[in-house]
């Protein structure tokens, strides 16, 4: 047991998936795990461990933002062994991303300090696990989606009222979300293995948006992805 996880010694498998809503946690346990145990709702941030085409898995909401998802991931890492973490989130995308595109996040970028204070001033580049993105990629491929692989951008401000969106679109990023950077960072520090893979929930210019309840159920074939990539 971790002090933001109730979970026993043995109790979460080595592959994690990271949503941030925990509600979507027990969407997953419950649609796509089979015998679906949950071993921790410590401030109702549920976990869950299955099985999915054989395989151990479990899943483990993190909430919003880099503190918190860093929160998550390390006890994940340090306290339960975790081997490989891979987040299936929302984002605002960025041309060329429509809404409800799969984003298969390569690299993460960041206004947040957290990665400075961790390397003591260091502009680290946070990266996914190359194994995880191919087979990633591959399936999405076999789904026949609209999807996409490049940078996003890890922001600390969800109601972001300065220039930063402008830069990010002259850099070619394709989609603004608050955790990915903090989960690649600590993926590199302990040498394990991460990805992100992420929804289009919302356009960054304000023309398109989906429900809550869809944020929560309706993202299916990013789970699908993250699932096979597991394997």
Not at 25 to 34: D, G, M, R, V
Not at 43 to 56: A, D, L, P, V
Not at 185 to 213: C, N, P, Q, Y
Request: proline fraction near 3%.
């Amino acid at each position: 047991m971790s002090t933001h996880i109730a979970a026993k010694p043995g109790e979460i498998a080595e592959v994690v998936l990271l949503p941030g809503d925990p509600l979507r946690a027990k969407w997953i346990a419950e649609n796509l795990l089979e015998d679906a145990v949950q071993y921790s709702s410590v401030r109702n941030m549920f976990g869950f461990t299955g099985s999915y085409q054989g395989k151990r898995i479990s899943v483990q909401g993190t909430g919003m933002g880099a503190p918190s998802i860093g929160i998550y991931g390390y006890e994940l890492f340090n306290d339960y062994g975790v081997q490989t973490a891979i987040r299936v989130g929302t984002s605002g995308g960025l041309a060329p991303t429509k809404l409800r595109d799969v984003v298969i996040a390569m690299a993460a970028s960041t206004d947040s300090a957290i990665n400075r204070r961790a390397t003591n001033g260091l502009d680290f580049s946070p990266i996914a696990d190359y194994a995880l993105l191919e087979k990633a990629v591959a399936k999405a491929r076999s789904m026949g989606i609209d999807f996409h692989v490049g940078g996003v951008a890890s922001g600390d401000l969800f109601y972001d009222e300065t220039d930063s969106l402008e830069h990010w679109k002259k850099l070619g990023i394709l989609a603004l979300e608050m955790e990915t950077s903090q989960l690649y960072t600590l993926a590199a520090r302990f040498g394990r293995k991460a990805l992100s893979i992420l929804t289009v929930s919302d356009l960054m210019d304000g023309s398109a948006s989906t429900s809550s309840e869809e944020r929560e159920t309706g993202f299916r074939a990013m789970v699908e992805i993250a699932l096979a990539a597991a394997h």
